[in-house]
């Protein structure tokens, strides 16, 4: 390595470049798993989700009803419900405006999903109970309808009905994806917001207890929305959270073992650029190979020479990325970045022994093809 730095270096780039796309990948692989799971996991317990669907063939869509809902919560396997809804409409402060997209909550929506509250407060039981005219703004629309002045303690109107500002909040990336929720500028009691025109409830949220299979939990919600009517049962999403936690896995790990398709072809690129250095080495040396083979060098010396070398060159290449890989996660840790990097210590120890079996399987040709030199021949050899 020391003699040919150049074409060294040339050969451990094909490697450094493979390995370094292959360690990205598994450490994008592994934090979408971590991600999944603290998504996931800030639901706590048994948990189905009901969203309103449209069946092809009747050409219906569901709606969830607050009959259903109760009908639900009637259950003795039923816990707790939270129903959403969800609206666009034109909002306006003393000076300015802005076209709203609105969610409507309840009070335990915010330390469910975990919901920055920048200043002010959450909503309280008795203002979603009495619909309340109350609402909590997105920071961007604070900046938008009140652009030099305190929101909170001021007035909003939506739908002719003046809005007082409770609260601020920071609808980020992460909140969206923990409570399954598009991008949302002001938030409303959800009582209120369904007893507006042409507003239904988007989504609920069954908790059960924990107890109760995710199949059984499935088939009770379905039961109770179907009526006893099958063809009713085809006009809303049910799954549980087991199966929402399966699918985006499934995803996850079709998109990751594409990626990891890739990656394995630039490592076997790799692969064939070190065989190629050492088949070159082999040539280059074939005097240096008789003279050792006539002083005492046995065959098996020769072939692990080659074969140690060609494996030094590959892991050499194969530490640089893991390391270079290592340095990368770290630093996206320091910094906001909208997808999330993890990787495990035996992602890098299985990254580093693929690398020495690239140098071994790399090596193999050219070790026996040095090994296989008559001496007389290689001393002769100019």
Request: charged share 20%; with cysteine.
């Amino acid at each position: 390595m020391r003699a040919k730095p150049v074409r060294s270096i040339l050969s451990l780039l094909g490697i450094y470049i493979g390995v370094l796309a292959l360690v990205v990948i598994v450490a994008l692989g592994a934090g979408a798993k971590e991600k999944l799971k603290e998504t996931f996991g800030t639901q706590g317990g048994r948990i189905v989700f009901i969203h309103p669907g449209f069946d092809p063939v009747s050409k219906k869509k569901g709606e969830i009803s607050t009959d259903d809902l109760s009908r639900l919560n009637s259950l003795p396997e039923v816990l707790s419900i939270m129903q959403r809804a969800n609206m666009e409409m034109d909002v306006r402060a003393a000076l300015t405006s802005l076209h709203a997209r609105l969610l409507g909550v309840d009070e335990k929506f915010f330390s469910l999903y975990r919901v920055p509250i920048i200043r002010g407060r959450a909503f309280l039981p008795d203002e979603v109970n009495m619909k309340q005219p109350v609402c909590i703004l997105d920071a961007e629309a604070v900046r938008t309808l009140f652009p030099s002045t305190e929101p909170i303690g001021s007035t909003v109107v939506m739908s002719g009905l003046g809005f007082h500002v409770i609260g601020v909040m920071d609808w980020n990336t992460a909140t969206g994806q923990r409570a399954s929720a598009p991008d949302v500028d002001i938030l409303v009691p959800v009582t209120w917001l369904i007893k507006q025109d042409k507003v239904s409830v988007s989504f609920a949220e069954i908790r059960v207890r924990p107890d109760v299979t995710a199949n059984r939990s499935v088939d009770l919600v379905k039961t109770v929305l179907s009526h006893g009517d099958e063809t009713r049962e085809k006009l809303f999403i049910v799954r549980s959270i087991e199966q929402y936690m399966q699918k985006s896995q499934e995803m996850a790990n079709r998109m990751q073992s594409t990626l990891l398709g890739i990656a394995l072809i630039s490592l076997l690129v790799g692969g064939i650029g070190v065989a190629n250095v050492m088949v070159t080495s082999v040539t280059e040396r074939t005097r240096e190979i008789g003279t050792r083979k006539a002083l005492g060098a046995r065959r098996v010396d020769i072939l692990l020479q080659f074969l140690m070398e060609a494996s030094v060159l590959s892991t050499t290449g194969g530490f640089l990325a893991v390391l270079t890989g290592a340095i990368g996660v770290n630093l996206a840790e320091t910094m906001d970045l909208s997808v999330s990097l993890l990787l495990p210590m035996t992602s890098i120890g299985l990254c580093l022994l693929l690398t020495i079996v690239i140098g071994l399987i790399a090596g193999v040709y050219p070790a026996s093809r040095a090994a296989s030199l008559s001496p007389a021949e290689a001393l002769r050899y100019e």
